[in-house]
């Protein structure tokens, strides 16, 4: 079976919908007699074929006129299904909402899947042509505008949940020193933070975290000079008094970035709303197995399987106790080979149904 993704991003593109498509890409190219093509964007470029998926990054601007190149290599390539991600940090213009009817047209089943609401008129259009919705969220449907539920009346919806993007490691105690030594004297936890920076993730709230503790933060994320928010937030480190307690290291590698979650006391997201059931961010400190704090809406207390504290939104004191009582403490890491097996069968079998239709 010939399967296409189409995602506006693709690593070394830095983008979660991105990252999750290479992950699904890998593991359907595991399963037998499946061949996996994958069109991005011309930034996750060059071209190339590695571990059995053949990445084509030719699209340029996302505008309507390259839905010619669009068509071109979709008869070039003959896929059985077109499976498309939505949303993406690389897509823009118009053209992503109107790929399944292009499908459509093309006599293609398609298959997309949202990683969040899509909200506006834009999602009755992007709604036109799709045989099959995929969610990641269970709640998500509940999100999105009547008109767009009442364009996807005749479509099937199927939930299939993501496991964590990250590869799990598992640290030896001298290699967990040799990292924490980097960054903090004895005595000092630990506490990490990464991903994008906005405002819904509740960084002000990790600030003040750092700023009430004696912890050292690590932020292994990217703060642009030409964002606002990102340099009101570098302010306010300085005007907090805890610039010697801030490091901010940038992206970083996968392999690197799942050692230091692995070796700290505690990774925190402070999300300014609480938490979604269902975060790739989360779950690749959770496969870890470090302690992890966020917020919910939902959940609260200790989850000791999962090994995740859940808080109020915006309740420091609460966060700060969690710290105190559950940072260090780890579990077994759980390596997601198996879970991403699990879903790239989980799809084979939706695109199986649609071929022999």
């Known amino acids: ?29 595991e399963l037998k007699d499946v061949k996996v093509t994958v069109l991005t964007d011309e930034r996750a470029g060059p071209i190339l074929e590695r571990d059995g998926v053949e990445v084509l990054p030719v699209i340029r601007g996302w505008g309507i006129t390259e839905l010619a190149k669009v068509t071109k290599y979709v008869r070039r390539i003959t896929p059985d299904v077109v499976h498309i991600q939505y949303p993406t940090q690389g897509y823009s213009g118009r053209m992503p909402a109107l790929l399944p009817l292009l499908m459509r047209f093309l006599c293609k089943p398609c298959v997309q899947t949202w990683h969040e609401p899509v909200l506006g008129r834009g999602g009755g259009w992007q709604s036109i042509g799709l045989d099959v919705l995929i969610t990641v969220r269970e709640e998500l449907m509940t999100k999105i505008p009547r008109l767009t539920q009442r364009a996807l009346r005749n479509t099937r919806v199927s939930w299939i949940p993501a496991a964590s993007l990250l590869p799990t490691v598992t640290l030896h105690d001298d290699e967990r020193l040799k990292i924490r030594q980097q960054y903090v004297s004895d005595g000092e936890a630990l506490l990490v933070y990464y991903g994008f920076v906005a405002p819904l993730k509740g960084i002000e709230v990790l600030l003040e975290i750092v700023a009430k503790t004696k912890a050292q933060l690590l932020m292994a994320c990217d703060f642009q000079q030409s964002d606002s ?3 009101s937030l570098l302010n306010l480190i300085y005007e907090m008094g805890i610039e010697s ?113």
Not at 11 to 28: E, F, H, K
Not at 289 to 308: E, Q
């Open 1 to 29: 079976m010939r399967i296409l993704l189409i995602t506006g991003s693709y690593p070394p593109m830095r983008c979660g919908v991105g990252a999750y498509t290479q992950r699904l890409a890998l593991a359907l190219a």
């Open 229 to 231: 928010y990102h340099q």
């Open 245 to 357: 307690r801030v490091t901010v290291v940038g992206f970083l590698p996968d392999e690197q970035l799942s050692c230091i979650l692995a070796a700290s006391d505690a990774v925190v997201f402070p999300f300014r709303d609480g938490a979604l059931a269902c975060n790739s961010t989360i779950d690749g400190a959770v496969a870890q197995g470090a302690f992890v704090l966020t917020t919910s809406l939902v959940d609260c207390g200790y989850n000791k399987d999962r090994n995740i504290y859940f808080a109020k939104p915006g309740n420091v004191e609460e966060m700060i106790a969690s710290i105190q009582r559950y940072a260090g403490y780890r579990i077994p890491c759980k390596p997601s080979t198996s879970e991403w097996r699990s879903i790239a069968e989980q799809h084979l079998n939706i695109y199986k149904q649609l071929a022999a239709i």
